[in-house]
């Protein structure tokens, strides 16, 4: 028994696998083609009434797509084939027939709400299950850099008791007779593991009551973090620029067929990434674009693709207005204004990494919390404001979602088109 993926190593051979028929054609009563799709690659198979006998080659009227069946051959080279390679079928056997409504559960034109609620059938063809196996490339590429970087890997809790990133976007969860929520980031529990690991990292889902309906929002995502003792601002930056560099080189490298798939020539990483101050930005904004960002405020979703697009190129957008940020963001000592802060613009993506050094003086802690609205309970994260008391050292860390990356890496422009299930606003089915 052999995967589909590994049948060029079986030229001439004969080789049994084990799949599902995504396709079947007939043509008149003695000759018929399956495509078959197995999860792992495609072959298309040939069966003849001659080669087969009656008995086998009539057991093709018993299956419709998405039968799962055991199919004996020979392979064979055949440059036509899209996989470079066909099977000629010496027989096969039933696993499980499919219902016949197969084919219309959906279709290419099915709407957009079809076919998520069809989420299940859909990924059971080869290009989106191109998105998952791509998916699971991306995080082998970036655990491979970690690991080289000496990080180590940790599970911080899902159900915490305060807020890491803003109220506004919290789902609550009743937890026995306390009201508990569901984890925005794991940053501030990273924190705590530098202390005993120095350099960690997290690959977990962070939950964000999203009201905003856009292409690049999920209720429910997964979390790329980091934290890095001894690391300051522009040591996280040049690691973040080794990490995309790796991954990006790893997919070039590794997944090129996939990239095929998607239409996508991906190049290396011009590094070091172009910079701008959010200043800046705001003002290239208004002098090229005519487009008013009230000075303080978040720039959304359109002028950043503005911004992306200026720079024909990724593009990191820095030192934050203090009051704009979370309370961990570390003040720059050169310019109290700002924070040595930064949101990793990508195409595609959007923002696709949130970055910084984090605050070490207790007491611009205390007092930004004081000053956020609902201002935050030190009592709540008095085992955070312990960090500072205790040995504290620089430290930074980012944030990346892992559907964004995938987004930017094969050119795909809707969050929900990389995701499994994907959890929005309206959606929490199937
Ligand atoms: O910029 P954010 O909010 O930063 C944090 O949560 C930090 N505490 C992370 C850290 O430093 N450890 O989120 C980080 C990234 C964003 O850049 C974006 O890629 C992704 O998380 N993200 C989302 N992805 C999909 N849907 C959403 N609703 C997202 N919100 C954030």
Redesign the pocket.
């Known amino acids: 028994m052999i995967k589909i993926k590994d049948i060029p190593d079986y030229e001439g051979k004969e080789v049994t696998i084990q799949t599902w028929v995504q396709l079947i054609r007939k043509q008149g009563k003695k000759l018929a083609f399956l495509s078959l799709f197995d999860g792992t690659a495609s072959v298309q198979a040939i069966l003849r009434r001659q080669e087969l006998g009656d008995e086998v080659f009539e057991k093709l009227d018993l299956i419709s797509r998405g039968a799962s069946v055991t199919v004996t051959g020979v392979i064979n080279k055949d440059i036509r084939a899209p996989s470079g390679f066909e099977m000629k079928v010496s027989n096969f056997e039933i696993i499980h027939p499919s219902d016949e409504n197969y084919s219309k559960e959906v279709t290419p034109d099915s709407s957009v709400d079809v076919k998520l609620n069809k989420r299940h059938i859909v990924f059971r063809g080869p290009k989106t299950s191109s998105i998952l196996k791509f998916q699971s490339h991306v995080l082998k590429y970036l655990r491979e850099y970690f690991y080289s970087k000496d990080l180590e890997e940790v599970i911080p809790p899902l159900i915490v008791k305060a807020q890491?990133?803003g109220g506004s976007e919290l789902f609550e969860v009743k937890y026995y007779d306390k009201k508990a929520y569901l984890t925005?980031?794991s940053?501030l529990y990273?924190e705590t593991a530098i202390f005993s690991l120095r350099d960690v990292f997290c690959i977990l889902p962070s939950f964000?009551a999203?009201k905003s309906r856009t292409p690049?929002?999920?209720s429910e995502?997964r979390?790329i973090?980091t934290e890095h003792a001894f690391m300051d601002f522009e040591g996280l930056i040049e690691f973040l620029e080794g990490m995309i560099s790796h991954v990006i080189d790893r997919v070039i490298e590794n997944d090129g067929e996939i990239l095929k798939m998607w239409d996508k020539e991906l190049k290396p990483l011009k590094t070091p990434i172009a910079r701008i101050t959010y200043d800046d930005a705001v003002k290239l904004l208004k002098d090229e674009y005519d487009i008013e960002i009230p000075f303080g405020t978040d720039i959304s979703d359109a002028p950043e693709r503005k911004l992306i697009e200026h720079f024909g190129e990724p593009v990191i957008l820095h030192n934050f207005p203090k009051h704009m940020k979370p309370f961990y963001h570390k003040i720059d000592l050169d310019n109290p204004e700002v924070t040595r802060s930064a949101?990793f613009l990508f195409p595609e993506a959007g923002?696709?990494?949130?970055?910084?050094e984090r605050e070490t003086d207790i007491e611009s802690m205390r007092e930004r919390m004081a000053k956020m609205d609902p201002p935050l309970n030190e009592e709540e994260y008095y085992w955070y404001m312990d960090l500072r008391k205790y040995g504290s050292v620089p430290h930074s860390?980012?944030?990346?979602?892992l559907?964004?990356f995938v987004m930017y890496l094969l050119g795909v422009e809707h969050?929900r088109d990389v995701t499994l299930f994907p959890r929005t606003v309206t959606r929490l089915s199937p």
């Open positions: 890491a990133e925005q980031s940053q990273l964000r999203e690049r929002h999920l995502y979390h973090e949101d923002e696709l990494i949130g970055a910084g860390g980012f944030g990346m979602g559907e964004r969050i």
